[in-house]
């Protein structure tokens, strides 16, 4: 099948456009002019260029292809009220109507857990995949309301839609310097003491770019959002992760508190994972975390061997 997919040379994007290869079907990647392509050449093969809210472009990007994958964010303006609203939200709502009118059924939106970040005492603090819609922030607002308008393409429309909501998403970045806790990690193997309070509900990238991937033809996702948000982590775990791998005496400050104030359900993800055979998904647990710091360790190791040669 001919996919159609925003923000392709990002982290999230270029993971999805690589897994949406390894399943055989065919990308359309929409990029912007300042956008890095070397890493997309085996993975993407056409590749349009403008922004994700100019209805021409976005005409070229849907002619022809078989579903939408909606995955870009103009980060710049996410909390800004007037220009978030004209660039993300109508630029979504732009796109989920060209879909509509090009006659492609399956529309797939990269959500976020910040569309459901607020919860009431009466839920017990279990934030499930049919909870109310209620964001903290403008970003989430933007998220929750483009859900609220493929629930109803769906119904109106007969429309194939679905959001799928990560949390703080980890893995190698295609400019791995840029990768989650990659400060962190650093800090640990320069012996820099390591004072970092919080953390936050976590998902790997590859599980989002897995579950995108599949839902592509699948009917069953119709309609439906899914919670990827598989566990909660202090950042100062990750800090002893690296430092147990790297064999350091650094100095952690114990900045552990007495965890998050909700948790989210998967159960829906996890259901449709397990149909399609995936059964790591949403279950790496700290092993997962372990072997992603290895791994950024690594090659955070090449990058600065090659840096200084």
Known sequence: MWVALTGCSGFIGSSIARALKARGHSVRGLIRKTSRVDHLRDVVDQLVVGEHDQEEILHHLVKGVDA????????????????????????????????RKAGIRQFIFISSVAAVSEISDEWGGLITETHPTWPTSLYGAYKAAVESYLKAYHHCFQMNTSAWRPAAVYGIAPEALRSQWSGIIHDVRSGNRIDVPG???????????????????????????????????????????????????????NRKGTGPKNQFDCAKAIAFFDRHGNHQALRRGLDGVREYVRELLRTNETLRETKYD
């Open 199 to 253: 953390g936050g509900k976590i998902t790997h990238v590859q599980d989002v770019a897995d579950a995108v991937a599949l839902a592509i033809g699948d009917e069953t996702v119709s309609g439906e959002f899914f919670n990827l948000a598989e566990r909660y982590i202090y950042w100062q775990d990750v800090a002893e992760i690296a430092r147990e791998l790297t064999k350091s005496d650094v100095t952690i400050v």
């Open 68 to 99: 939408v994958i909606h995955n870009s964010v103009d980060w710049k303006v996410r909390n800004e009220p007037i220009s978030g609203f004209e660039s993300n939200l109508m630029g979504s709502l732009k796109l989920l109507e060209l879909t």
